[in-house]
Antibody
Framework: EVQLVESGGDLVKPGGSLRVSCVASGFTFNNAWMSWVRQAPGKGLEWVGRIKRKNDGGTTDYAAPVKGRFTISRDDSKNTVYLQMNSLKTEDTAVYYC???????????WGQGTLVIVSS | QTVVTQEPSLTVSPGGTVTLTCASSTGAVTSGNFPGWFQKRPGQAPRSLIYSTSNKYSWTPARFSGSLLGGSAALTLSGVQPEDEAEYYCLLYYGLPRVFGGGTKLAVL
């Protein structure tokens, strides 16, 4: 069974930084494309970005609102994907979900999410 | 950027049938947009239901089906159960960025 467990969500001040993590199990992690999706309070799902598996170049792509501020990385030895968030804004307040693409789509499996609150 | 539009809310009676749609600002949705559908219950993680228009995951209940309908992607629930009350999101692939629809809140009353 594939499981994704996010952690690291916290309350952070505007302009601050935070790194959230997602540990995967039940799948050959180095074969997976990993993505982050967020949901702000009362809003819908918003794609944040993704990282390809190393065999496909390991490259990253980001949504325009986070490009240049957020960085996605992966450590295949730890079955973990990270989302480093810098220069945080109040509008980044959301539950952040990691997703695992197992070969059909980018979003086959979802974690339970981690809450990031950006507030002074 | 493409805008993906869903009905904001729908209501269905238990045992009934309801169809949710997913339209694109760029024109007709095709199988080449690989429509996907996700279920989101309050306080729970989203769950993938349908990929590539009509393909189900092993955990997708048989009462859920996906199709193309009148230029939109569609998700049909037949024999609705109380536990189907949730928000449903579609996703259409237009390269990057990935674009979700605004979601349909389905009430089962």
């Amino acid at each position: 069974e594939v499981q994704l467990v996010e952690s690291g969500g916290d309350l952070v001040k505007p302009g601050g930084s935070l790194r959230v993590s997602c540990v995967a199990s039940g799948f050959t992690f180095n074969n997976a494309w990993m993505s982050w999706v967020r949901q702000a309070p009362g809003k819908g799902l918003e794609w944040v970005g993704r990282i390809k598996r190393k065999n496909d170049g390991g490259t990253t792509d980001y949504a325009a609102p986070v490009k240049g501020r957020f960085t996605i990385s992966r450590d295949d030895s730890k079955n973990t994907v990270y989302l480093q968030m810098n220069s945080l804004k109040t509008e980044d307040t959301a539950v952040y979900y990691c997703t695992l693409g197992a070969g059909t789509t980018d979003f086959d499996y979802w974690g339970q999410g981690t809450l990031v609150i950006v507030s002074s | 950027q493409t805008v993906v539009t869903q009905e904001p809310s729908l209501t269905v009676s238990p045992g009934g049938t309801v169809t949710l749609t997913c339209a694109s600002s760029t024109g007709a949705v095709t199988s080449g947009n690989f429509p996907g559908w996700f279920q989101k219950r309050p306080g729970q993680a989203p769950r993938s239901l349908i990929y590539s228009t009509s393909n189900k995951y092993s955990w997708t209940p048989a009462r859920f089906s996906g199709s193309l309908l009148g230029g939109s992607a569609a998700l049909t629930l037949s024999g609705v159960q109380p536990e189907d009350e949730a928000e449903y999101y579609c996703l259409l692939y237009y390269g990057l960025p990935r674009v979700f629809g605004g979601g349909t809140k389905l009430a089962v009353l």
